[in-house]
């Protein structure tokens, strides 16, 4: 039952990837190499979700594979899960031209595919890497979040028709590491957070 459940997942992931592969409703169709759908189990308990890809991204079509992926790599390892046993999405699913923020516009036309990808999984909690995906999902909820600052680390319990119950835990993306190392501390104490909420679910 699980399993056919599980396959059931797939098969409608599969099929929205293809429409997501044809895609032309903003401008990044022009200048994209691939469209970076998302991967993991469609399955998963639990469901990240990042900006938009970056340039590594884009030439392979995999999410959080350049020097960003790496520091997610690892704070996977450090909470004892795999990409495999997860989800792995942005709310772009194209490349902004050298790496630029997304624009509202971009944002609007694309994330009915993560609405779609999220309604699918069903996940139970959703991790929010960075300030868009944050501002997208807890929007989506009605909650307002002012700045990462405020709300990095905190546990939303969260619902809807589409989604069920779902936890939400904000943090920082994974690349801001890359520029700023200090955040580290912080950013592990939030995965410490991610860690427990997960293994009581
Ligand atoms: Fe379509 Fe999203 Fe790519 Fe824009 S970013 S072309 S909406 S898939």
Known sequence: ??????QNKQDELDKLR????????????KTRTNVVFGEGSPDAKLMFIGEAP??????????????????LDKLLASIGLSRSEVYIANVLKCRPPKNR??????????TPF??????I???????????YSTSYVLGKFGIKASSMSSVHGRV??????????????????????????????????????????????
């Not at 293809?18 to 169709?29: K, R």
């Not at 923020?101 to 694309?110: G, H, Q, V």
């Not at 999984?121 to 300030?131: D, E, S, V």
Request: proline share 6%; charged share 25%; with cysteine.
């Open 18 to 29: 293809e429409e997501v592969l044809a895609c032309t409703a903003c401008q990044l169709h």
């Open 156 to 201: 939303y319990r969260c619902s809807s028709l589409l989604l069920g119950e779902v936890l939400v835990i904000p943090t920082y993306h994974p690349a801001t590491v890359l520029y700023k190392p200090y955040m580290m501390d912080t950013i592990k104490k939030d995965w410490e957070v991610i860690e427990s909420v997960y293994k009581s679910l």
């Open 101 to 110: 923020e997304p624009r509202p516009e971009e944002i609007k036309a694309c």
């Open 1 to 6: 039952m699980a399993r056919a459940l599980e």
């Open 54 to 71: 970056g340039y590594w991204e884009d030439q392979q079509g995999r999410p959080f594979v350049g020097s960003a992926g790496k520091v």
């Open 114 to 119: 993560l609405d779609r990808q999220m309604a």
């Open 121 to 131: 999984i069903r996940p139970k909690m959703i991790c929010t890497l960075g300030n």
